[in-house]
């Protein structure tokens, strides 16, 4: 027998106190919970993502669309950067105020690499106001997912308030579970000493996030 | 058997002191005390106030608790269901009976690559098959990259808290740590490296960055697990999960076959319930979710190893089965008034505190000394019950197990049926009233967790079956509820002695 036969069958065996007209998964669950915290116009929830995202120190700008290029260019050259990652459909427009190196995101290119990289510049799929948090799903214009996590320097770009919502909940209806997802609240933190939260381990030591619209 | 539930190094239960000496040691350790007592408490008020801001808490506890009870009720089915979706999606799932067949494979899958290193993310259940060990024994090295298990590797240490294995150490000891270890394993500590929180952090990400960079095969474990996408899900803080995750080309995810949730949506209690339960976040600095593989993105080869090593023996326990419920957030250690004093190793277990007090006598059976005794390890405040965010009545499977050390009664070992023998008159029997005695000779702990005693549970009033009766009436006599364990005990055993100075208050040692 092999141990997936062993332990299925171990399981039928351990359940046979559960009817056959045991209650579905419908009605098992309820869902009377929350589908958001608050009733929030589209600015306020906008206010909401800013405020906790500082709060887990992500640093946040925010600009109109006109602005996006010369914030970019600025928060790169305050940084010192001497390169910066770019994945394949960023919108060109959002790098056009600055000289930096541009480096593809390529399949080809290796950890090591990436390492050298100074910055990257990526957009969201959904950034979610109650917890200030920002989900990445690979689209062409967020790249790999290692772009955003060997730099140390991660520069995301939101746009307000069509991206924005309120909720984990809210945040899960809009994603799409067979694409690879990162969901990044604030820089890389650790509370492994004392059980304290210091920011920078190894991801990203420092995140910006411009407010675009 | 041996094979079956070794565990850790250290953590096999038949060669373990039961609860009660190993608690006394850590009382003695003053330092260990203080490191807890800081710690717990630090993150008990900040789970506190991440809970309060969200209204409908007990609701999504509520649903919680409903996702997991079905899911288990219906394992078979959603666990074919996972196995589908993840082959589907690329992936290749095997199937671990014991924590000996999982290493097994582990080990083949790596041999296969070729490699004779692998970076590892925090997870529970290769702790407990002990894999690493059994890696090193074939000559691959397992480098972890969780901050504290590297401190508790680094310090060949055990882990003594499910999400901060190296809770019982303070900022200087890691320090020592770091700089008389780091360098046998690869970069040395910086030269003048103090003992500030960020310099160390710092150090860590030194030390395993160049371990990250040139990783060809990353071992993980899961948070959750979803039927019907194929979907597996790892919460972390730090990034290491990040780097094991995507860097390297084949990535081996070994998890317990409880981490099963039916669907997509599902995650929208757990991603709100486990952060702020666990480091009281409103949500954690990274949640990594794939799916099989994605061309050129992340691993090229995904293996899934679904875990049993006695999970099923748990599940076939009407009343011990919600055990497998635990999302593992740890909020129960932080608050168990009889984890802070005795500390995480007394537990003689990956899972100490008042989970593991539940989940190891279920997953490695109360054949020994120290499985016996850890129905003990509690003084039933239910303080665990009232912070578990998918509500498991810890006290409840507690008196449950109690009545199984002490009366025997049929049971299920290795997927058999079994009837245990009373514990009566064997060591076992001897080390759990140690245990009790160990217990309740702290008022002060009692104390502590009788405030924290649950107003929810009063809500929910519930009288336990035979000797639980004894136990929930207990629950509000203040201070301790020493003479109702007696006279339980007295009326189940017949009053023959064997118990002497259990109600007494107990010397502390
Ligand atoms: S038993 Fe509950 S509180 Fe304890 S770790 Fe598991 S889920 Fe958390």
């Given at each position: 027998?092999?141990?997936?036969?062993?332990?299925?069958?171990?399981?039928?065996?351990?359940?046979?106190?559960?009817?056959?007209?045991?209650?579905?998964?419908?009605?098992?669950?309820?869902?009377?919970?929350?589908?958001?915290?608050?009733?929030?116009?589209?600015?306020?929830?906008?206010?909401?993502?800013?405020?906790?995202?500082?709060?887990?120190?992500?640093?946040?700008?925010?600009?109109?669309?006109?602005?996006?290029?010369?914030?970019?260019?600025?928060?790169?050259?305050?940084?010192?950067?001497?390169?910066?990652?770019v994945p394949p459909g960023l919108?060109?427009?959002?790098?056009?105020?600055?000289?930096?190196?541009?480096?593809?995101?390529?399949?080809?290119?290796?950890?090591?690499?990436?390492?050298?990289?100074?910055?990257?510049?990526?957009?969201?799929?959904?950034?979610?106001?109650?917890?200030?948090?920002?989900?990445?799903?690979?689209?062409?214009?967020?790249?790999?997912?290692?772009?955003?996590?060997?730099?140390?320097?991660?520069?995301?770009?939101?746009?307000?308030?069509?991206?924005?919502?309120?909720?984990?909940?809210?945040?899960?209806?809009?994603?799409?579970?067979?694409?690879?997802?990162?969901?990044?609240?604030g820089p890389s933190a650790t509370?492994?000493?004392?059980?304290?939260?210091?920011?920078?381990?190894?991801?990203?030591?420092?995140?910006?996030?411009?407010?675009?619209? | 058997?041996?094979?079956?539930?070794?565990?850790?190094?250290?953590?096999?239960?038949?060669?373990?002191?039961?609860?009660?000496?190993?608690?006394?040691?850590?009382?003695?350790?003053?330092?260990?005390?203080?490191?807890?007592?800081?710690?717990?408490?630090?993150?008990?008020?900040?789970?506190?106030?991440?809970?309060?801001?969200?209204?409908?808490?007990?609701?999504?506890?509520?649903?919680?608790?409903?996702?997991?009870?079905?899911?288990?009720?219906?394992?078979?089915?959603?666990?074919?269901?996972?196995?589908?979706?993840?082959?589907?999606?690329?992936?290749?799932?095997?199937?671990?009976?014991?924590?000996?067949?999982?290493?097994?494979?582990?080990?083949?899958?790596?041999?296969?690559?070729?490699?004779?290193?692998?970076?590892?993310?925090?997870?529970?259940?290769?702790?407990?098959?002990?894999?690493?060990?059994?890696?090193?024994?074939?000559?691959?090295?397992?480098?972890?990259?969780?901050?504290?298990?590297?401190?508790?590797?680094?310090?060949?240490?055990?882990?003594?808290?499910?999400?901060?294995?190296?809770?019982?150490?303070?900022?200087?000891?890691?320090?020592?740590?770091?700089?008389?270890?780091?360098?046998?394993?690869?970069?040395?500590?910086?030269?003048?490296?103090?003992?500030?929180?960020?310099?160390?952090?710092?150090?860590?990400?030194?030390?395993?960055?160049?371990?990250?960079?040139?990783?060809?095969?990353?071992?993980?474990?899961?948070?959750?697990?979803?039927?019907e996408t194929g979907t597996l899900?790892?919460?972390?803080?730090?990034?290491?999960?990040?780097?094991?995750?995507?860097?390297?080309?084949?990535?081996?995810?070994?998890?317990?076959?409880?981490?099963?949730?039916?669907?997509?949506?599902?995650?929208?209690?757990?991603?709100?319930?486990?952060?702020?339960?666990?480091?009281?976040?409103?949500?954690?600095?990274?949640?990594?979710?794939?799916?099989?593989?994605?061309?050129?993105?992340?691993?090229?080869?995904?293996?899934?190893?679904?875990?049993?090593?006695?999970?099923?023996?748990?599940?076939?326990?009407?009343?011990?089965?919600?055990?497998?419920?635990?999302?593992?957030?740890?909020?129960?250690?932080?608050?168990?008034?009889?984890?802070?004093?005795?500390?995480?190793?007394?537990?003689?277990?990956?899972?100490?505190?008042?989970?593991?007090?539940?989940?190891?006598?279920?997953?490695?059976?109360?054949?020994?000394?120290?499985?016996?005794?850890?129905?003990?390890?509690?003084?039933?405040?239910?303080?665990?019950?009232?912070?578990?965010?998918?509500?498991?009545?810890?006290?409840?499977?507690?008196?449950?197990?109690?009545?199984?050390?002490?009366?025997?009664?049929?049971?299920?070992?290795?997927?058999?049926?079994?009837?245990?023998?009373?514990?009566?008159?064997?060591?076992?029997?001897?080390?759990?009233?140690?245990?009790?005695?160990?217990?309740?000779?702290?008022?002060?702990?009692?104390?502590?967790?009788?405030?924290?005693?649950?107003?929810?549970?009063?809500?929910?009033?519930?009288?336990?079956?035979?000797?639980?009766?004894?136990?929930?009436?207990?629950?509000?006599?203040?201070?301790?509820?020493?003479?109702?364990?007696?006279?339980?005990?007295?009326?189940?055993?017949?009053?023959?002695?064997?118990?002497?100075?259990?109600?007494?208050?107990?010397?502390?040692?």
């Amino acid at each position: 027998m092999s141990s997936r036969e062993r332990i299925l069958g171990r399981v039928r065996r351990a359940l046979a106190d559960v009817p056959k007209d045991d209650t579905p998964y419908e009605r098992a669950v309820r869902r009377d919970y929350a589908r958001e915290h608050g009733r929030r116009t589209a600015e306020q929830t906008v206010d909401l993502l800013a405020e906790n995202l500082a709060d887990y120190r992500a640093i946040v700008h925010r600009t109109g669309t006109d602005g996006l290029a010369g914030v970019v260019a600025g928060l790169l050259r305050e940084r010192g950067a001497s390169s910066v990652l770019v994945p394949p459909g960023l919108d060109e427009g959002w790098l056009a105020a600055t000289g930096v190196t541009r480096v593809a995101d390529r399949a080809e290119s290796t950890p090591h690499e990436l390492d050298r990289v100074s910055s990257v510049v990526t957009a969201c799929a959904v950034a979610i106001a109650e917890t200030g948090t920002l989900v990445l799903d690979g689209s062409p214009d967020q790249g790999r997912r290692r772009i955003t996590l060997v730099p140390d320097h991660h520069i995301c770009v939101v746009r307000v308030p069509d991206q924005v919502v309120s909720s984990v909940p809210q945040a899960l209806e809009r994603l799409d579970p067979a694409r690879p997802l990162t969901w990044i609240s604030g820089p890389s933190a650790t509370s492994d000493i004392e059980l304290d939260r210091v920011e920078g381990v190894h991801g990203p030591r420092t995140l910006e996030v411009v407010l675009v619209g | 058997m041996s094979g079956t539930f070794v565990g850790m190094p250290g953590f096999h239960p038949h060669g373990l002191p039961a609860f009660p000496e190993a608690a006394r040691e850590a009382v003695r350790d003053t330092t260990l005390r203080g490191n807890l007592r800081h710690a717990t408490h630090t993150i008990r008020a900040k789970r506190a106030r991440a809970v309060a801001e969200v209204a409908d808490w007990a609701e999504l506890r509520e649903a919680g608790k409903r996702i997991k009870d079905h899911t288990l009720r219906h394992l078979d089915h959603y666990l074919v269901r996972l196995e589908e979706s993840v082959t589907a999606a690329g992936g290749t799932v095997h199937w671990a009976a014991d924590a000996e067949e999982a290493n097994r494979i582990v080990t083949r899958l790596v041999k296969e690559t070729g490699e004779s290193e692998v970076v590892k993310v925090k997870s529970m259940a290769t702790q407990e098959t002990g894999l690493n060990e059994a890696l090193e024994a074939e000559g691959i090295r397992a480098y972890e990259t969780d901050l504290a298990e590297l401190i508790v590797q680094l310090g060949k240490d055990r882990p003594s808290h499910i999400l901060v294995p190296a809770i019982h150490r303070n900022r200087g000891e890691i320090r020592d740590v770091f700089r008389t270890e780091m360098g046998a394993w690869g970069r040395p500590a910086p030269e003048g490296l103090t003992d500030t929180p960020a310099e160390l952090a710092e150090a860590a990400r030194l030390h395993l960055r160049e371990k990250f960079l040139r990783a060809k095969v990353g071992v993980s474990g899961a948070n959750f697990m979803i039927a019907e996408t194929g979907t597996l899900v790892v919460v972390e803080s730090e990034g290491n999960g990040r780097m094991c995750l995507t860097l390297p080309e084949t990535l081996i995810s070994v998890v317990g076959i409880e981490k099963t949730v039916p669907t997509w949506r599902d995650l929208e209690v757990f991603l709100q319930t486990l952060p702020r339960s666990s480091t009281a976040e409103r949500m954690n600095p990274y949640t990594s979710t794939w799916t099989g593989t994605t061309d050129g993105d992340g691993p090229r080869v995904f293996h899934l190893v679904l875990l049993d090593n006695g999970r099923t023996d748990t599940l076939a326990d009407e009343v011990g089965r919600q055990a497998l419920r635990c999302i593992r957030c740890s909020a129960c250690l932080n608050v168990c008034p009889v984890y802070e004093r005795a500390g995480g190793h007394a537990y003689g277990s990956v899972y100490p505190g008042p989970i593991g007090a539940i989940l190891s006598p279920q997953l490695r059976g109360t054949g020994s000394e120290i499985d016996a005794s850890l129905p003990y390890a509690s003084s039933l405040c239910g303080a665990c019950y009232e912070v578990c965010p998918v509500a498991i009545d810890i006290p409840e499977v507690l008196v449950h197990l109690r009545e199984r050390v002490v009366q025997g009664g049929p049971a299920v070992r290795g997927g058999n049926k079994v009837v245990l023998k009373p514990a009566k008159g064997h060591a076992a029997e001897r080390a759990a009233m140690r245990a009790a005695r160990w217990a309740f000779g702290r008022p002060g702990a009692l104390r502590t967790g009788q405030r924290l005693a649950s107003r929810t549970r009063r809500l929910h009033p519930r009288t336990l079956p035979g000797p639980g009766r004894a136990w929930t009436g207990s629950r509000d006599l203040p201070p301790v509820p020493a003479e109702p364990f007696r006279d339980w005990w007295q009326r189940t055993q017949g009053g023959d002695g064997g118990i002497g100075g259990i109600g007494g208050k107990g010397a502390v040692k």
